[in-house]
């Protein structure tokens, strides 16, 4: 079997910011957003240039003109993230002009008030005018995965990230329990996509298993900040500059 995927060329001015600075007290997002755009585009962009030859292909296509239908493709300039437990933030989020919402239930929420947060973002969720929205749900490992999507998954969710992402297991994991609140909640298969946040260099050596874990999976992102997972697996040293992210971003552009 084999795999080809191909994306128009643009010239730099052409091409999304894919750069994004956090709050102070947060991490650096470093997302390759030109490739998320490139996949979110329309039937016309390079969808039509993806060829498979197995099963996986025509569930792909399947789920590709689900989403087709139910939004409008474009590229996504900038993600803004808002804390799950601020329902204030999650309120004024949508007129800030940023093309797509990140409502987080991981790391800006504390244990103690994850079902609080949930609860905020299930309703954040429910607002007529947003733009697509993302959620940050928890890893598998912790626990809290299921009861994260099982708060979101709703007719106003376009995607999940999932965050510290080392194998394509991880992904499955969330694709089949997708699966099941897809089909509880009405909506139609694949509606939800999974954007895997890598953040550690096992992460970053299964890029290309993680990407293809999922049909749902139409984009990545790395991340990691001065004392993130990634530099403290290579021992380098932070700069606002990021050129020790070079090679990692390029890995995302495959």
Known sequence: NSCRISSPRRSPSERPPEFIVLPPGTFVLIIS?????????????PFQQFTE?????????????NRIKDFVMRPFRSLLFSPGIRPEMMEKAPRSGADGLIFDLEDSVPNDRRQEAR????????REGNP????RANHPSTGEME??????????????????????????????VLSDLE???GLSPGRVVILPLLESCRGLHFTYEIVTASPRVQSMAFSSGEEGDFMVDI????????????YPRSQLVC
């Open 33 to 45: 957003l030109y490739r998320l755009g490139a996949f979110f585009v329309n039937e016309s962009g």
């Open 53 to 65: 030859t197995n099963q996986a292909g025509s569930m792909r296509r399947q789920i590709l003109n």
């Open 119 to 126: 609860g905020y973002v299930t309703e954040a969720l429910k």
């Open 132 to 135: 697509p929205v993302f959620v």
């Open 147 to 176: 009861k994260d999507l099982e708060a979101v998954v709703s007719d106003g969710l376009f995607g999940i990230i999932l965050p510290k992402v080392e194998t394509p297991g991880d992904v499955k994991r969330m694709d089949m």
């Open 183 to 185: 089909a509880r909640a």
């Open 235 to 246: 021992g380098g040293r932070w700069t606002p500059e990021g050129e020790v992210f070079l």
